[in-house]
């Protein structure tokens, strides 16, 4: 599905985003670029598959991410799809969330999704095509306890690739831009809930059970690959039909 395509996964250390470079990987991309700020966490996906090269980068630094896509761009002669995954979570109610929660939260799940769009969207609409899939969330779409500044980077990322949609393809580019928007999934940071936590995860969804990261990769790879040809400006919810 993605043969002949150069690709960029932003949170690829662990969870969704190893799944998502290991699929790519296996759907036979020309090159994965997997960044994470943590190398170490990424030291094994070069081994598994020829076409990754690991970087160790954080969303956040703006000199870093130009240089990346530079070298990438003038490697590859472009760059055909950019999955904006990276993304942590500050949670506390409003009355004891922190500014430096807030501002954490905000910096790397919007404003690097900001910062590496930025970078790449020019050089895809140059190139008259390309596919940015970002990771949203169905708290960006319905709101949660406890996550103001998660649900305000989420529904703003969804609201940015609304108007990206439009942007990217309004000279006749065939520029795409998507979100996915998982519910409750098993990654590491769910594995470490308290069971009573995990077990009221699993009954709100009318599928009883939260999703696996390979499920949203597949997702994300659809979206990525020229089978979602006809589709931009939309957010595609992975949740077990957790928000009906």
Not at 33 to 39: E, G, L, M, V, W
Not at 46 to 70: F, H
Request: glycine share 10%; proline share 3%.
């Amino acid at each position: 599905m993605l043969n002949g395509k150069v690709c960029i996964v932003t949170g690829a250390a662990q969870g969704i985003g190893r799944c998502i470079v290991e699929l790519f990987a296996k759907n036979r991309a020309t090159a994965i670029y997997a960044c994470d700020r943590n190398a170490e966490g990424m030291a094994d996906l070069k081994l598994q598959s020829a076409n990754v090269i690991p970087v160790a980068l954080d969303v956040t630094d703006r000199p870093a991410i130009e240089r990346l896509v530079a070298e990438i761009a003038e490697k590859h002669q472009g760059i055909d799809v950019l999955v904006n995954n990276a993304g942590i979570t500050r949670d506390a109610l409003i009355g004891k969330m922190t500014e430096a929660d807030w501002n954490a939260v905000i910096a790397i799940n919007l404003t690097g999704v900001f910062n590496f769009t930025q970078a790449v969207a020019p050089l895809m609409m140059a190139a008259g095509k390309g596919s940015i899939v970002s990771m949203s969330s169905v708290v960006g779409t319905d709101g949660n306890i406890g996550q103001t500044n998660y649900a305000a980077a989420k529904g703003g990322l969804i609201a940015m690739t609304k108007g990206w949609a439009k942007e990217f393809a309004y000279k006749g580019a065939q520029v795409r831009a998507n979100c996915v928007a998982p519910g409750f999934i098993e990654t590491p940071m769910t594995v470490n809930l308290p069971e009573k936590v995990q077990e009221m995860m699993r009954e709100k969804a009318p599928l009883k059970r939260m999703g696996r990261p390979e499920e949203i990769a597949e997702g994300v790879l659809f979206l990525a690959s020229d089978r979602s040809s006809f589709i931009t400006g939309q957010t595609l919810k992975i949740d077990g039909g957790l928000v009906i």
